[in-house]
């Protein structure tokens, strides 16, 4: 069964910073690029960051030099790790695989709770 559970968000000041956690289970996770996507309020998902099964990172222009994923395989974990948090950067934040989710090839997409961060000026 696939299971995404995202987690490390808060409320934080701008300057600040979250990490955030993605554990994954029943995909093989070794082999999969995976996303950070986030929903700011009001507003559709949109990419944020992702990282290739081989390690190599990409990120939205908005988040550039601020936000780094990073993975453990070991773990079956991947992370993003957010510096200088600025107030629009307050979105729920989801991981999944990249560059298309989890079951979207069926028309059954599968999304984690995800995590709300949430950034105060």
């Known amino acids: 069964q696939v299971q995404l559970v995202e987690s490390g968000g808060g409320w934080v000041q701008a300057g600040g910073s979250l990490r955030l956690s993605c554990a994954a289970s029943?995909?093989?996770?070794?082999?999969?690029?995976m996303a950070w996507r986030r929903q700011p309020p009001g507003k559709q998902r949109e990419w944020v960051a992702a990282i290739t099964a081989d390690g190599k990172d990409t990120y939205a222009d908005s988040v550039k030099g601020r936000f780094f994923i990073s993975r453990d395989n070991a773990k079956n974990t991947v992370y993003l790790q957010m510096d200088n948090l600025r107030p629009e950067d307050t979105a729920v934040y989801y991981c999944?695989?990249?560059?298309?989710?989890?079951?979207?090839?069926?028309?059954?997409?599968?999304w984690g709770q995800g995590t709300q961060v949430t950034v105060s000026s």
């Open positions: 029943g995909i093989i996770f070794r082999t999969e690029d």
């Open positions: 999944n695989t990249d560059p298309f989710p989890i079951g979207w090839v069926n028309g059954r997409e599968y």
